[in-house]
C-alpha cells in the first residue's frame, strides 16, 4: 500500500488548507480512511475519518473546523481546515482504519511521509 499526503503549507492563523491524500495499493472504496497529525515533540493523534459509507467522525479538538470526504473513483481522501490555529501545526497523514463504533484504529504499518502543516500566530 502507498499513501501519498499533499497540500500542506505555511499559513496564517484563520487560513483555509486543503489536504489530500491518494491512495494505491488497495481497494480504496473498501476501506474506511482515516487522517491523523503529529505536532512536533508529540505522538501521533487522531483527527477524522470517513466510513466507506461516508459517515464521518472528528476529533473535538477540530469539529466544527476540519471536514473529511473521499472520492472513490480517484482512490483520494481530502481534509478540507478552516480557521487554522497554531495547534494544528504538524505533519498530516492519512491511513485506512478499522473502525468500532466511532473508534478508528490505523490499519497499516506504512504511513507515509506526510504533508507538514504550519500555522503562525
Known amino acids: 500500500v502507498q499513501l501519498q499526503a499533499s497540500g500542506g503549507g505555511l499559513v496564517q492563523a484563520g487560513g483555509s488548507l486543503r489536504l489530500s491524500c491518494a491512495a494505491s495499493?488497495?481497494?480504496?472504496?473498501?476501506?474506511?480512511m482515516g487522517w491523523y497529525r503529529q505536532a512536533p515533540g508529540k505522538q501521533r493523534e487522531f483527527v477524522a475519518t470517513i466510513r466507506t459509507g461516508f459517515g464521518t467522525y472528528y476529533a473535538d479538538s477540530v469539529k466544527g473546523r476540519f471536514s473529511i470526504s473521499r472520492d472513490n473513483t480517484k482512490n483520494t481522501v481530502y481534509l478540507q481546515m478552516n480557521g487554522l490555529n497554531p495547534e494544528d501545526t504538524g505533519v498530516y497523514y492519512c491511513?485506512?482504519?478499522?473502525?468500532?463504533?466511532?473508534?478508528?484504529?490505523?490499519?497499516?504499518?506504512?504511513w507515509g511521509q506526510g504533508t507538514l502543516v504550519t500555522v503562525s500566530s
Open positions: 495499493g488497495i481497494l480504496f472504496r473498501s476501506y474506511h
Open positions: 491511513n485506512a482504519v478499522t473502525m468500532r463504533g466511532v473508534y478508528s484504529t490505523p490499519l497499516f504499518d506504512s
